[in-house]
């Protein structure tokens, strides 16, 4: 029995670094309170979408930690956008880059409407 493995097809102009996708999540963060988390955590959970407590609150709490681009996905995911998150390889210096695609133009404006607005706010 051969299994065939599709390829996720994506556009490319639907793409956002992994930075945007951090800084658009901590935007989304940054309108709960801390103790708020476990509402989230409970919506999270309601999505079928598994988030560990332990790295939500480090995500939440300081900004020196580099979360795992699977929970920066997730957490796009409850803040109402799918993508799917794709690892490049950029060589030995550079290292691997991540990205998330958008589903269409609309979400992609949508992103960038609200972190344009996230970027405005005071720290």
């Not at 709960?32 to 560990?52: F, K, N, R």
């Not at 580099?66 to 803040?79: D, E, H, S, W």
Request: hydrophobic letters at 40%; a negative charge; charged letters at 20%.
């Amino acid at each position: 029995m051969v299994t065939t493995l599709e390829f996720p097809t994506f556009n490319a102009a639907l793409g956002v670094n992994y930075e945007e996708g951090l800084r658009l999540v901590r935007g989304h963060l940054r309108s709960y309170g801390s103790a708020e988390l476990p509402t989230l955590l409970a919506q999270c959970s309601e999505l079928g979408q598994s988030v560990d407590e332990a790295a939500l609150h480090s995500l939440y709490f300081g900004p020196s930690a580099k979360p795992k681009p699977a929970l920066i996905r997730t957490l796009l995911g409850v803040f109402g956008y799918n993508a799917q998150q794709i690892e490049f390889e950029m060589g030995p210096v550079t290292g691997r880059r991540h990205f998330f695609f958008l589903d269409t133009e609309a979400d992609l404006s949508k992103f960038k409407a609200e972190l344009a607005a996230f970027d405005a706010l005071p720290n």
